[in-house]
């Protein structure tokens, strides 16, 4: 007769099997490590976009890195992501959005108690100074300028984890 695991039993298992056998290893590579643990545990990037091909473009770069993206394309999209309370843990945000732009956008989310400590890189084809410094005023981590280079963006947000 076979024993009845619960999910989070199994789960914990797996992780700790293969953190034994990582740790068994001589030498494990940092991105080997970065990798396994972004596979067990998933970092949830929130990507606001209301380009379709970006939104897609971003999911598929994101994806590769083994974090799972949660994808909206304005404000309204961003509201039902945060009703269905997914934790977040990293925004990459354009400024052009409809409705509510990037900038008011994230001074809203940099003003929400619960919101403020995730890190924001907006990603945006506006690479006025104007923009730069607005997005410092609003508490962006970082402003990449459309069209970007994807190592770049991989780079900044593993950085910006780490903090």
């Known amino acids: 007769m076979s024993k009845k695991f619960s999910t989070s039993t199994l789960i914990q298992k797996i992780e700790k099997l293969t953190k034994q056998r990582m740790a068994e290893q001589p030498v ?5 490590f970065r990798d396994a643990k972004n596979k067990m545990n998933p970092l949830n990037i929130l990507v606001i976009e209301d380009d379709e091909t970006q939104r897609s473009s971003l999911k598929r770069i994101l994806e ?3 974090y799972t993206p ?10 039902q ?3 269905d309370d997914h934790e977040i843990h990293f925004i990459i945000m354009d400024v052009g959005l409809p409705w509510i732009n990037g900038f008011e956008l994230a001074q809203m989310i940099k003003e929400h108690k619960d919101l403020k400590s995730i890190p924001l890189i907006f990603l945006s084809a506006q690479a006025e100074d104007k923009d730069f410094e607005k997005a410092r005023e609003v508490g962006a981590d ?3 300028k459309k069209p970007f280079d994807i190592d770049k963006l991989k780079s900044r947000i593993r950085e910006l984890l780490v903090r």
């Not at 494990?28 to 080997?32: G, R, S, T, Y």
């Not at 949660?70 to 509201?79: I, P």
Request: charged share 35%; hydrophobic share 45%.
């Open 142 to 144: 970082d402003y990449i």
């Open 81 to 83: 992501i945060l009703d």
């Open 28 to 32: 494990v590579e940092l991105d080997q």
């Open 64 to 66: 590769s890195d083994g």
């Open 70 to 79: 949660k994808l909206a394309a304005d404000a309204a999209e961003l509201t």
